[in-house]
C-alpha cells in the first residue's frame, strides 16, 4: 500500500510561484508513474500533469503548460509540481497520485491506485 501525503500549498498573488510535493510512503515508488490533478469548487477533478515512472516522459494540460513543471526524485520518494505565472484559475485543492508503470500517458483518475489528501492552493487577482 502507497501513502501520499501533499504540501506546499499556499496564498500567493497572480503571477507568483508554488512548489508543491508529495512525499510517499510504502510499496516501491520508482515502479508508480506520478500524476497531479486538481479540484476548484463546485468543479470535477481534473489532470494537471504526470510524470512516467522512470522519468523520461512527462505530460500536461494544455491549461498549464509552459507554466507548470512536473519532477521527481526516486531516491527521496518525492514527485514536485512547481507551478509558476499563476493565475486565479489555478486555485484550487491539488492532489498528487500514483499508477502502475505500465500504459503511457495517464490522464484519467480511474487510471490511479492511489491519492493523497490534497493540499490548497489559492492565486488572489
Known amino acids: 500500500q502507497v501513502q501520499l501525503v501533499e504540501s506546499g500549498g499556499g496564498l500567493v498573488q497572480a503571477g507568483g510561484s508554488l512548489r508543491l510535493s508529495c512525499a510517499a510512503s510504502g510499496g516501491i515508488f520508482s515502479y508508480y508513474s506520478m500524476g497531479w490533478f486538481r479540484q476548484a469548487p463546485g468543479k470535477e477533478r481534473e489532470f494537471v500533469a504526470a510524470v512516467k515512472w522512470n522519468r523520461d516522459s512527462s505530460d500536461y494540460a494544455d491549461s498549464v503548460k509552459g507554466r507548470f513543471t512536473v519532477s521527481r526524485d526516486n531516491a527521496k520518494r518525492t514527485v514536485y509540481l512547481q507551478m509558476n505565472s499563476l493565475k486565479p484559475e489555478d486555485t484550487a485543492v491539488y492532489y498528487c497520485?500514483?499508477?502502475?508503470?505500465?500504459?503511457?500517458?495517464?490522464?484519467?483518475?480511474?487510471?490511479?491506485?492511489?491519492w493523497g489528501q490534497g493540499t490548497q492552493v489559492t492565486v488572489s487577482s
Open positions: 497520485a500514483g499508477g502502475p508503470s505500465t500504459g503511457w500517458p495517464r490522464r484519467r483518475i480511474y487510471e490511479y491506485d492511489y
